[in-house]
């Protein structure tokens, strides 16, 4: 079935610095790539998605890139803030279902002031 | 508040009881998802819905799990003789037909003494 690794499981940097987590898959089929940020005892909630057919989106200090050759996406932020400290998680839709999304473990940012 | 809710928030109850929870998703979105999500991990898909057809389930829920969405709007998980690795936080996320953004609600926390 559908596996999706995230690495690191903590980072921790200066504000203002930026932040890179990154993520792989396994089911060529995955066509969609959400980023979810999860506050301490909050919902999950989505900041950034790419689709198979684009390579790279942006939206303001956040970023994702996708190679689906090598199958993985990576999140990037820049200028991190400390408002930007939580966990992060990437996902993909596991090919041959209803749109489930297979979540990685989570990268949990520590911005530090 | 127009997100998706979920009632209730918090839920303890002792091994062996039965336990329900319910998930009232965005007002138009037919396509609905229940997560579980551990300590440390990502949510973890269980069950969907379109409208009130339940169409995939996971080989996580076990048989003392059952969920409905009988008129195709809220959905209820009922978990029987709760057991203490069923503690958790239950997710519930919705999204609108072809779209393939998930919305997530608050969750409830589970803890099964």
């Known amino acids: 079935g559908e596996n999706v690794e995230q690495h690191p499981s903590t980072l921790s940097v200066q504000e203002g610095d930026s932040a890179v987590i990154k993520c792989t898959y396994s089911?060529?089929?995955?066509?969609?790539f959400p980023w979810y940020k999860q506050e301490l005892g909050k919902r999950p909630q989505l900041i950034i998605d790419?689709?198979?057919?684009?390579g790279e989106k942006k939206d303001q200090r956040i970023a994702v890139t996708l190679n689906k050759t090598a199958k993985h996406f990576s999140l990037h932020i820049t200028e991190t803030q400390p408002e930007d400290s939580a966990v992060y998680f990437c996902?993909?839709?596991?090919?041959?279902?209803?749109?489930?999304?297979?979540f990685g473990k989570g990268t949990k940012l520590s911005v530090k002031p | 508040d127009t997100g998706v809710s979920q009632d209730p928030r918090h839920k303890i109850t002792k091994r062996g009881q039965n336990v329900t929870f319910r998930c009232d998703p965005i007002?138009?979105?037919?396509?609905l998802y229940w997560y579980r999500q551990t300590l440390g991990q990502g949510p973890e898909f269980l069950t969907y819905?379109?409208?009130?057809?339940?169409?995939?389930k996971s080989r996580l829920l076990s048989d003392r799990f059952s969920a409905e969405r009988p008129k195709g709007s809220f959905s209820t998980l009922e978990i029987q003789r709760t057991e203490q690795g069923d503690s958790a936080m239950y997710l519930c996320?919705?999204?609108?037909?072809?779209?393939?953004?998930?919305?997530f609600g608050p969750g409830t926390r589970l803890l099964v003494l």
């Open positions: 790419i689709r198979s057919n684009v």
């Open positions: 089911d060529s089929a995955s066509n969609y």
């Open positions: 996902a993909a839709i596991y090919g041959g279902s209803q749109g489930n999304l297979i």
């Open positions: 007002s138009e979105h037919n396509r």
């Open positions: 996320a919705s999204r609108e037909g072809v779209k393939e953004t998930q919305y």
């Open positions: 819905f379109q409208n009130e057809a339940q169409l995939e």
